[in-house]
């Protein structure tokens, strides 16, 4: 059993940036409904928690607040921006709202030592994002930080473990953020680094056999990161009592299904390949909305599995790749959360399912999949592939899917990859990938007028898929493919790059 870190989530943009920030300190964390009582902290057997921000002035009817049996829990408190507040508020601090918003990078000062900022240079920046703020700090506490604008940034419990800091500690912007939060995790709350990949792949080995017993495993193989290194972690624990099914949905790249068997055959580990093309497009056919587009695949996926199932005889689970993020994007976590769109692992599962769903992964985050593959030995070429959505390229394709839309979607993303391999991007880039716009517009191509379609290209870096920034690939780059394009895929005559970054954009599309 890990030691583990609560996360109270009050709805900020930036949750699941502090989850990442004590990820990486090899500390256990998980975030939970901001309203959940003290008595299921002690049950879940909390070591300390953070109250996250959010985007609520706690002065809102509605604004969410906290279970007051949490600070007679004994147990180290860290808040955030809102999580401040609502410690200044329980004890009686005065918080006011704020006539002018403290937004952006500012300096802070320690007028007091304070183990949360030891090490941390006086006036290093911290990126504030805020209106309310505290005025007066409750009796027992000290002030252990002041904003540039000689607000109050941070205070602590003159004798409990009860801190509070106005600005965001997790985001890039606070030069010194990752201090701060390892001084509260090690210094304050007394943790052991026991998160590791070598840690999680021993307990989720034990997990698997004491759920699957004599039981068989039916594993979708998508041939993903999160797939494949689970279909290494099921071989791994039960053997071949895992099942890895390869369905060819129609919407894969261009000789995926080939590349998948060879990389699974060198470490022999036997896969089942159907092909269920017709299935899935002819469900598909004239269906636009990307929401629709992403239940039928969940759908037909998990129709096609039982089918598969049925053939092979005493299958009793299906196993499924599902990460942290996918949790949070679908809604299913946090009491604050907003559905950004549904995943086909999480969202388009019937009610009623033959089979018994594990997710292993269900609570890692990307790069920790990856450290669990180099740990299982998942050959490099599988470990370091870009991300690929579970509906594929039917989130790709904008507008209605067809074969004819996605031969010419496969030939460009062929492209776009086999350059960047060439040009040695490929590594430098955590996810790049074409996209089939409903659009056409004129050009001239061998002194003729053509009316075809605009393909764009996208190309970004993050870490865990919750935020990420556009790539600048050197426009030489970016002009190599598109001529490849133009020239080689007919029905495309115009290529534009995509400089959205997320937010206020997602990574796909659709």
């Known amino acids: 059993m890990h030691e583990l870190v609560l996360i109270l989530d009050f709805g900020s943009q930036y949750t699941q940036l502090i989850a990442r920030r004590i990820r990486e300190e090899q500390v256990y964390c998980r975030i939970e409904r901001s309203d959940l009582s003290a008595a299921e902290i ?12 959010g985007p609520n002035s ?54 007091e030592p304070s183990p949360l900022f030891e090490g941390v240079s ?34 602590s419990h003159d004798s409990q473990p009860f801190y509070g800091v106005q600005f965001h500690p997790e985001v ?9 939060i390892s001084n509260f995790l090690f210094k304050i709350a007394d943790f052991s680094r026991d998160w590791t990949s070598s840690s999680f792949v021993e307990g989720a080995i034990k997990d698997i056999r004491d759920t699957v017993g004599e039981g068989k495993v039916l594993l979708g193989l998508s041939g993903g990161v999160d797939s494949s290194v689970l ?40 896969i089942y390949q159907h092909d269920y093309t017709d299935a899935f497009l002819s469900e598909l056919a004239g269906v636009v909305e990307p929401e629709k587009k992403r239940k039928i695949i969940g759908r037909v996926f998990i129709e096609a599995f039982e089918e598969v199932a049925r053939e092979i005889k005493g299958i009793d689970f299906l196993a499924q790749g599902t990460l942290y993020p996918d949790v949070i994007e679908s809604g299913t976590m946090a009491g604050h959360g907003v559905t950004i769109k549904s995943h086909h692992n999480v969202g388009g599962l019937p009610e009623k399912m033959a089979l018994k769903v594990i997710e292993p992964f269900k609570e890692l985050f990307k790069d920790e999949v990856r450290d669990v593959g180099r740990v299982l030995n998942v050959p490099v070429k599988i470990i370091s592939r870009h991300p690929f959505p579970g509906p594929g390229l039917a989130v790709r394709c904008l507008g209605a899917v067809s074969e004819d839309r996605l031969s010419i979607l496969r030939a460009a993303d062929q492209i776009f990859i086999d350059t960047l391999y060439e040009t040695g991007w ?28 605009v393909l764009a290209i996208r190309a970004v870096h993050s870490l865990d898929g919750m935020t990420a920034d556009w790539v600048r690939i050197p426009y030489e780059i970016i002009a190599e493919v598109s001529s490849k394009i133009v020239n080689s895929v007919s029905g495309v005559n115009r290529v534009v790059y995509d400089v959205t970054s997320k937010p206020p954009g997602t990574i796909e599309w659709e």
């Open 426 to 453: 490929y590594d430098k880039i955590w996810q790049a990938f074409t996209v089939l716009l409903p659009i056409q517009t004129v050009g001239v191509m061998g002194d003729k007028r053509t009316y075809e379609n």
């Open 122 to 155: 006086e006036g290093s920046q911290v990126w504030m994002s805020h209106g309310d703020h505290v005025e007066t700090i409750p009796e027992s506490f000290t002030i252990v930080a002041r904003s540039s604008g000689n607000l109050i940034a941070g205070m």
């Open 231 to 270: 279909a290494f972690l099921m071989h791994e624990a039960i053997g071949d009592k895992c099942v890895p099914v390869f369905i060819n949905n129609g919407l894969l790249r261009q000789r995926e299904t080939e590349e998948v068997k060879s990389l699974f055959e060198a470490s022999h580990i036997k």
């Open 58 to 111: 706690i002065f809102e009817e509605h604004a969410p607040q906290i279970d007051p049996g949490i600070f007679e829990l004994g147990i180290p408190i860290l808040g955030v921006c809102y999580g401040l507040q609502i410690i200044a508020q329980h004890f009686n601090g005065k918080v006011i709202p704020g006539k002018t918003r403290e937004y952006g990078p500012m300096g802070v000062q320690f007028p």
């Open 172 to 180: 890039n912007h606070t030069v010194q953020g990752q201090l701060i």
């Open 42 to 53: 002690k049950e879940l057997g909390a070591k300390a928690l953070v109250l996250s921000g």
